[in-house]
């Protein structure tokens, strides 16, 4: 993408994307466990979320976002609020009759009389959780504001923490788990960079493989033979980084991520023809390389060995985690409250030495912690979601490109949404932030007729 506006220097723009990518490092470094893992670490997060949206609204008045992201920010807005209104004082009858409040009624009852009551059954959870949805909306917003040469670069920063995570998860996983740990973590035979979840390790690298993909393809752009042998070496380094994870999910969204990366190569190269007779040699050639690794490899057998579904421990807890949402539907419990609703309402026949956390779906836990509110606004999400992709597609060059890579970005994070809860750490946070503004133009770009 290029503009008359392309080569001048807005005011602040340099000071909004150090922003931008200042956050994206921190984020990266420190925000990958949870709340639950180094709380303080998650606080730095949420203070430097907060310095952003306040650099942001101090030069406000210099710059003009995408008028499409409006209902967007909105919506953000709500999602933040939705936790504050959780923590509101109701008239104690009132919240004392909103459905599966028994227990804790009973429990209440032995404190005397109570005149007021939030409807969270942990307001302390509740604040938390409303505290760690700041840095996302300010990676959304910062993104937003970010012109065209800064969100390359902070894609830029993306991809070289993703690779620095790529080295800490080769150390961990040679070292069997004695170095570069910086959680204690069950998952410890296993990459996890710097999360303390191998599953979001994987996710992480491969939204980044995605981005990357995208990013370093561009149709007319050739490069020298060296440079060409670099950029596949960088494709391939992300892919290791997911496969050393040993994360079952990781593989599947890989291998659904395949066609994707192959259209994103294909279409940056100029004049690329199909001859197919090459494209299944090529595919066979790709798919032998597979079952080789999948066969010799230690970490790869160990990511097959975890295929055994019928044992997965999902398979035993979803069921009173579908169970719980229907108890406190469809006022929910409060966000940031499943660990300690859930161990309330699990079976005693389910009880062993894991405590579940979270409920490994985040759209049944927003059921539980969020009821009817938290579902219409994912709802809200999806119907924009699909509206503005399709927006997207009408576009043309890089704002295009790049826009689709981060669209299926966000359909990774959702589709491993369902089986795990990647948005609860920081990180992953952050990096939806940033796919979502990348779906609409960069605020320089407004400021002049934009050629592509």
Known sequence: MSSRDTDSRAPNEALVGWSAIALIVLAVLIGGGGASALPHLDAACQFAGFVVIALLVATGGQWRIDPAARAWLVLAALAFLLPLAQLLPL???????????????????????QGYLPLTLDPDQTIISALSLVPGIAAFAVTLRCSARWRRRALTAWIAMAMLAFVVGGLQVASSGTFAEIYDTPHRLAATGFFANRNHHSLFMLVVLVLATAAIFVRGRREEPALEVLRYALLLGLAAGILIAASRAGLLLLLVSFPVLFLLIGRGNIGLKVNWRHAAGGAFAVMFALVVFLSLNPVARQVLDRFTFGQDARLQFWPDVVYTARRFW?????????????????????????????AHNDYLELAIEGGIAAIALVAVFIALFLLRLKAVAGLSGEMRRMALAAGFGIVLIMAHSLVDYPLRAITMMVMFGFLAGLLFRPAQALRGRETT
């Open 91 to 113: 008239p104690a009858g009132f919240a004392a009759g909103l459905p599966g409040r028994e227990l804790a009624n009973d429990i209440r009852a032995q404190a005397g009389p």
């Open 330 to 358: 469809p006022a929910g419990t409060g966000i940031g409250t499943f660990p300690s609703v859930y161990a309330t309402q699990e079976r005693l026949g389910a009880i062993d030495e894991y405590r579940v956390n979270h």
